[in-house]
């Protein structure tokens, strides 16, 4: 019985040897169609992330493309600090960029999509425009932002400042003055949204946890100082110095360097438009023998212009800037 | 004659295992062929959805500034003429941009800008007359950044200047069209 069992087992064995080789020769097909198959799903994945990757690219240059549409009704506008909510359409990061170098300079703006839980590239679409201004923490991040603007005037308007804060950023106004409180107050609406990031309070105490606390006075500890009378911002141990509340709020929403390399570009597009009201005037007084008796104070105001560096200058050039105002008030041919 | 026996059925193995990795790599080839064509459709789809977006955001962009750019600083009338208004432009100043039109050639963004008098008439027949220092103010069209071949987008404006009557310095103002124009996307 056991003799025959093993004789049993025999062809067994033989049996598993020639299954074993038959595995063999399937396996090298299964090989084959395993390579051939990651090389097809590298090839795919390969394509769908660089689809993934325009898409991406695509939304980002959108978005910043967007900014500029949406910022044009506030460049070249009669109403100001009007806000508006515009929706991020997810969680979004304006980059702002500012340079100085050209004749007028160049703000630039880029978006960040947040796609899979990752942002979008920082090299993504830029957009540039050379008659902006924007004033805002770089990058500004968050679901939902408020864009207002306000006009700089110097003394005739140079151009609107546009800001942009995220909804999750919330600032607390402190103790304001009257005319900064009834504009802030304008700026919320009568019916403060869930969204609202603007409180006017006028203790420190009743401001919301994790609120940028800006106050107006000295003695109390804050993250952004303004002194009305010194008319400066102090912000992270930086002092910015500005003239007018459009020039303030640029103060209060954006870093040291922005600030000084917006307010230079503001300074160059100021001494074009004096230049060109330079040119006006001669070419009235030419044309229709109209005087407006202002040649010297634009030339010096020029001159003042050209050799801006900083903001502490602002103040110098604003006093200057009154005076033309004053003498084209009662010109006999007005300028502007 | 026994030997060739014995071989013959390797032979025909083989042959069959050569046709079945023959229709697997046709079979992966038309695979493939059709991944890549369903692939190139969606690239297509994706790109034409693009460009469509691209030019309705740059057509939107020229209607809004056709009618906000003649509050910019650069041609508003201020408060020159009376009082301050919407949609005025200071003909003189817009003369004297004409000298720097280098300058302002990237300023606004577009691809060209246009102020046209379109009322009154000119007295000639001509339909353009194109202002310069030595014609102004018997001129109906002020190219402050040229070029005639794009896409444009129009807004009606008041085209302010001042103007000797009588002796004496008066304003004066007509009705005209501010025409910008926008790139197109080939």
């Known amino acids: 019985m056991k003799n025959k069992n093993i004789f049993q087992l025999r062809p067994k064995l033989n049996s598993q040897m020639k299954n074993k080789r038959g595995d063999l020769q ?7 169609a395993i390579v051939a198959g990651i090389f097809i799903l590298v090839l ?33 506008s009669f109403e100001s600090a009007k806000r508006v909510l515009v929706d991020g359409g997810g969680e979004a990061r304006i980059y702002t960029e500012c340079s100085n170098y050209s004749v007028f300079g160049v703000q630039t703006v880029k978006t960040s999509q947040k796609v899979f839980n990752e942002w979008s590239e920082e090299d993504s679409v830029e957009v540039s425009m050379q008659n902006r201004y924007i004033f805002s923490k770089n990058p500004v ?23 942009i804060t995220s909804t999750e950023d919330k600032y607390c106004f402190v103790d304001a003055p009257k005319d900064i409180e009834e504009e802030l107050e304008y700026i919320i609406g009568e019916e403060p949204s869930a969204n609202e990031n603007f409180f006017v309070e006028e203790r420190r105490a009743n401001c919301p946890e994790r609120s940028t606390i800006v106050c107006f006075r000295a003695s109390e500890t804050c993250d952004i100082f303004v002194s009305t009378t010194g008319k400066y911002v102090q912000k992270s141990g930086a002092r910015m110095y500005y003239e007018g509340n459009a020039l303030m709020y640029a103060a209060i929403f954006s870093e040291k360097q922005d600030y000084e390399c917006q307010l230079d570009r503001l300074m160059k597009r100021t001494e074009q438009l004096f230049m060109l009201y330079k040119d006006k005037s001669d070419f009235v007084l030419e044309k229709s023998n109209c005087n407006s008796e202002l040649d010297f104070e634009l030339i010096e105001m020029i001159n003042l212009l050209r050799d801006f560096s900083s903001s502490n200058e602002i103040i ?11 003498k084209n008030r009662y010109a006999e041919c007005k300028l502007w | ?80 003429y009376d009082k301050e208004r919407t949609n005025c432009i200071d003909l003189d100043k817009a003369m004297v941009l004409l000298k720097n039109k280098e300058k302002y050639k ?10 046209i ?26 190219t402050l950044v040229n070029n005639s071949e794009t896409p444009d987008r129009y807004s009606y404006v008041a085209l302010c200047r001042k103007e000797i009557y009588k002796g004496e310095s008066v304003n004066k103002c007509e009705l005209g069209i501010i025409v910008v124009g926008y790139e197109g996307i080939q």
């Open chain 1, 141 to 163: 991040e968050g679901r939902n932002f408020y864009v207002f603007s306000k006009p700089f005037e110097m003394p005739f308007k140079i151009a609107d400042l546009i800001y």
């Open chain 2, 117 to 142: 008098k379109t009322y009154p008439k000119l007295a000639q027949p001509n339909n353009e007359v194109e202002c310069t220092p030595q014609n102004y103010p018997n001129c109906n069209l002020i």
């Open chain 2, 1 to 80: 004659m026994v030997k060739k026996l014995i071989e013959n059925p390797k032979k025909t193995k083989q042959k069959k295992a050569q046709m079945k990795i023959q229709q697997m790599s046709f079979m992966l080839i038309a695979v493939f062929i059709f991944f890549a064509l369903v692939g190139m459709v969606v690239v297509s789809v994706l790109l034409n959805n693009m460009q469509r977006d691209a030019i309705s955001l740059k057509e939107e962009n020229a209607m809004l500034l056709a009618s906000r750019i003649a509050n910019s600083p650069e041609l508003s009338c201020g408060k020159v």
């Open chain 1, 26 to 32: 399937i396996s090298f097909s299964w090989i084959f």
């Open chain 1, 44 to 76: 795919s994945i390969y394509g769908v992330t660089k689809i993934i990757g325009i898409y991406q690219d695509q939304m980002s240059g959108k978005g910043a493309m967007s900014i500029k549409i949406l910022t044009n009704p506030f460049e070249s």
């Open chain 1, 316 to 326: 110098t050039i604003n006093r200057l800037a009154e005076e033309i105002e004053n």
């Open chain 2, 106 to 115: 990237k300023f606004w963004g577009v691809a060209s800008l246009e102020i």
